[in-house]
DNA sequence: TGTACATCAGTGAACGCGCGTTCACTGATGTAC
DNA sequence: TGTACATCAGTGAACGCGCGTTCACTGATGTAC
C-alpha cells in the first residue's frame, strides 16, 4: 500500500491500534507492564474485549509492538539528536528527557527482563541503530589518531578491556571507530544507564542531592578523563 | 525469646518458613516476581493453598519480606567484605558475584520498581548499611586531605556535582568521608549497576565481548582517574 | 505417669474475581457491475 | 444511479483457568496439673 492514499478503513484501522496503544501506556505507567490487560483497555475504550482481537493477535503480541515502539522512538531520538550536532552532552541530555518523559517505557526496554523472552529480531536490528547513532557521536567529539597495529592509544592508556574489544568489535558493525570509541561508547551507554535507572527506580529519593547533576558528572567523566 | 532455645515448634515453624522462601525464589528465578503464586508454591511443597497463611499474611507480606532477605544478603556480604581489607575491588567483586548467583535476586532489589510501592522503613535501613560498609571501603582507598574550606579537592578537581554534594551529604549519615569519597562511592554504585543490570538483562548476549572483563574497566575507572 | 486442656498446623470447600481467548453472529461500510 | 455482494468492525455469550483469600473444621502436638 503506497503512503497517504490509505484507504477510510485502513485510516480507521490504524486510528483504534493507536488509540488501543495510547491505553496500553497509560496502563503500563501506573501499574507496570505485567499489569496491562487487553479486558481493560477494551473497557477504557468502551467497547468489548473480543474486540481488540481486530488489531492485535494477543496480549504478547501487543506488549511485543509496545516494546517495539519504544526502541523505534529511542532509535529516532538518538538518530535526530546525533545529527544535530549538539555531541555527548546533546545525546545525553535527550537520553535523559526521553527517560524521564515516561520512566516505565525506558524500563520496558532496560528494565528487569522476564526470563526466557527473547526479542524479535527486528528489535534487535533497532537497537543496533541506536548503538550506530551513539557511535557516530562518539566518533566526532575523538580527535585522536585511527588505531594502529602497535600504536598506542593516547590519549589514555589502552586498558584491558580495549584490547580486548580489539579482536571483538562485530557489534559495532562495519564502523570504523578505533577502540577507545568503542570504549567511550560502551561506557556512555552503561554509565548513563546506571545513574538514570538508578534515578528512575527512586533510588536517590531521599537522599537528598540533585540527580540531574549527578547525571551531568557522569557524563562529564566519559571526556574529562575521570 | 532466647536465642538457641526455640521449642521444637518454632524449629519447624521457621524451617517451613524457609522452605516457603526458597519455593519462591525458584519461582522468581523462572518467572520474575509478578508471576509468584501462592497456590504455586503451596502445590510444590505438597500442601494446600491456606495453608500458607499460617507463615505470612499474603502475598504482598511474603514478596516483602524476600525483598528485605535480599537487601539483608547484599548488606550482610558487603560489611563481611569491607571488613575483610580487600578494597574496593575486592567489594566490587563480592557485588558481582552476589547478582550472578541470582539475576532475579538483583533485579528484586534494584530492576524496575513496581509503581506506587514504597518499601517499609526497616529495608530503607539496610540500604544504608549498604551505603555505609560503601563508604567505609571508600574511605581506606583514599590517600587525600580531609576536605576544608577553600581548600582544592586533589587529585582530581571538584566538580559542580562534589559542590552540590557538600550541602547534600546527610544520605551519608555522620560518615566522615570527604567529598570526592562521597562522589566516588556514588560512582561505584551507579557505574557497577549499570554494566551489571545491562549484563544480566542480556543485553550484551550478542555482543560478542566478555562482560566481566568490562566490568573490571568499569571497575579501573574508578580510581584510575578516568 | 497419666489425664485434661490449649495450641496450632493443615485441610477442603467455597467465594468472587479477572484474565486471555474462541465462537457464532449482527450490522455497517465498502466495492463491483 | 442503483443493486448485489463481499469485507470487516464489533458484540455477547461462553470456556477454562488460576488467582488470593475466608472459613469452619480435623487432628496432632504441646503444656499444666
Redesign the interface.
Known amino acids: 500500500m503506497a503512503a497517504g492514499t490509505a484507504s477510510p478503513r485502513e485510516r480507521y484501522r490504524s486510528q483504534v491500534r493507536a488509540e488501543i496503544k495510547a491505553r496500553a501506556w497509560e496502563q503500563i505507567?501506573?501499574?507496570?507492564?505485567?499489569g496491562l490487560s487487553l479486558n481493560a483497555i477494551a473497557k477504557d475504550l468502551g467497547m468489548s474485549g473480543p474486540a481488540l482481537y481486530r488489531y492485535f493477535a494477543g496480549r504478547d503480541d501487543l506488549i511485543t509492538e509496545l516494546v517495539r515502539d519504544a526502541y523505534r522512538s529511542l532509535a529516532d531520538t538518538f538518530r535526530s539528536t546525533a545529527d544535530s550536532g549538539t555531541g555527548l552532552s546533546g545525546l545525553a541530555q535527550a537520553l535523559r528527557r526521553w527517560a524521564l518523559a515516561d520512566p516505565?517505557r525506558y524500563?520496558l526496554v532496560?528494565?528487569?527482563?522476564?526470563?526466557?523472552y527473547r526479542a524479535p529480531d527486528d528489535i534487535?536490528a533497532i537497537?543496533q541503530e541506536i548503538m550506530a547513532a551513539l557511535l557516530d557521536v562518539c566518533m566526532v567529539g575523538d580527535s585522536g589518531t585511527p588505531d594502529a597495529p602497535g600504536t598506542p592509544d593516547s590519549p589514555?592508556a589502552p586498558?584491558?578491556?580495549?584490547a580486548?574489544?580489539a579482536d571483538?568489535?562485530?557489534?559495532a558493525g562495519d564502523h570504523p571507530a578505533p577502540l577507545r570509541v568503542l570504549?567511550r561508547a560502551?561506557?556512555f551507554?552503561?554509565?548513563?544507564?546506571?545513574?538514570l535507572?538508578?534515578e528512575?527506580?527512586?533510588?536517590f529519593t531521599?537522599?537528598?542531592?540533585?540527580p540531574d547533576?549527578?547525571f551531568?558528572?557522569?557524563l562529564?567523566?566519559l571526556t574529562a578523563?575521570?
Chains 1, 2 share one sequence.
Open positions: 505507567a501506573t501499574a507496570g507492564a505485567s516505565q524500563f532496560y528494565g528487569t527482563p522476564v526470563p526466557g534487535t537497537a589514555g586498558d584491558a578491556f580495549e580486548h574489544l571483538h568489535r562485530r557489534w570504549r560502551l561506557s551507554w552503561t554509565r548513563l544507564h546506571g545513574v535507572s538508578l528512575l527506580a527512586g533510588h531521599g537522599m537528598g542531592f540533585e547533576l549527578q551531568t558528572a557522569e562529564e567523566s578523563g575521570r
